[in-house]
């Protein structure tokens, strides 16, 4: 079978609900999107092709490490009924960069007029709670079971939580002790998006690798701040071992200016002006080609 083939076998075998399998290009998306986050090109991905359950993601996980086509680094979680797929080391480097500054908290309270930048300071306390999660998986080799996050996530923002799992560069905070309802009512927001070619054997796939919204009214400040939205790639790709020229990735921008990064890694401008990034080769690298692009999109969306 090929590399595809696999992966849509497991899919399929593994997530099913209700009498609709999942389609190929449901189970492409899947593939893709897990290949990504064991490179550590994204921290985790939040499973919502069907409804599937952490327990038969799992499944599908352990059939994927069984024919060698992910690393064993991977876990399933659990978080109030949402199943996700994490890396457990990319996810802690983007909750300390909140720590530390590196990610743009947006406050959406109800009671205020438009949305404002935030102090992490208010994140501090869930931050440093996904920190000692995260730290209880350091030595495991391999999850053979997934984790359910219990009666610590109960005070958690889970709309800030997810946007830091998920690695997104701006993530929204509002007051749920007071209101779970924000001010984006009609309010103009930059939608910037970054799409991917995943290459398996002689086929090719592409799908969206990310997708992330800032307030318009609020881009400018946050690109002022170092850092945030047009700091350079360099989340160095995880060493995952991939079978030789099994899969690999591509990352596109959509027009032209600025994706968000990923702190610590060995990403070098590439020299020609397409204004890539490419990946500097080490000996202990996956044969994995990645090359990504700058980017802006001009896209304004309403909720």
Not at 8 to 27: H, I, T
Not at 274 to 287: I, N
Request: net charge neutral; proline share 4%.
């Amino acid at each position: 079978m090929s590399t595809q083939e696999l992966f849509v076998a497991a899919a399929r075998k593994c997530l099913s609900a209700g009498r609709k399998p999942l389609s190929v290009s449901q189970c492409l998306d899947l593939a893709a999107h897990v290949s990504a986050v064991d490179l550590g090109l994204k921290p985790a991905l939040l499973y919502d092709s069907n409804g599937a359950g952490a327990d038969q993601l799992q499944r599908y996980l352990s059939s994927l490490r069984s024919s060698q086509l992910v690393s064993k680094s991977l876990l399933t979680l659990d978080l109030n009924g949402n199943a996700l797929i994490v890396n457990p080391v990319v996810v802690r480097s983007n909750v300390e960069r909140l720590i530390c500054g590196d990610v743009a908290v947006v406050d959406v309270c109800h009671s205020l007029e438009r949305p404002a930048i935030a102090n992490p300071c208010q994140l501090k306390s869930t931050a440093n709670d996904l920190l000692l999660l995260l730290r209880g998986f350091k030595h495991l080799k391999e999850a053979k079971e997934p984790h359910y996050v219990g009666e610590e996530s109960e005070e958690w923002n889970l709309c800030t939580v997810f946007g830091l799992l998920l690695g997104y560069p701006v993530t929204y905070w509002f007051d749920q002790t007071k209101s779970f309802e924000n001010c984006l009512s009609m309010t103009p927001l930059m939608v910037t998006a970054a799409s991917a070619t995943w290459q398996t054997d002689a086929a090719a796939h592409r799908f969206c690798l990310y997708s992330f919204s800032v307030p318009a009214v609020l881009l400018k400040e946050i690109r002022a701040q170092p850092g945030k939205l047009e700091a350079s790639f360099t989340r160095k790709v995880s060493a995952a071992k991939h079978p030789a020229g099994s899969h690999s990735l591509s990352v596109h921008g959509h027009s032209a200016l600025s994706l968000f990064v990923m702190p610590n890694s060995s990403w070098q401008r590439s020299s020609d002006a397409s204004g890539s990034f490419k990946k500097s080769q080490k000996a202990d690298d996956p044969d994995v080609d990645l090359v990504l692009y700058l980017f802006k999109s001009e896209v304004v969306a309403y909720t």
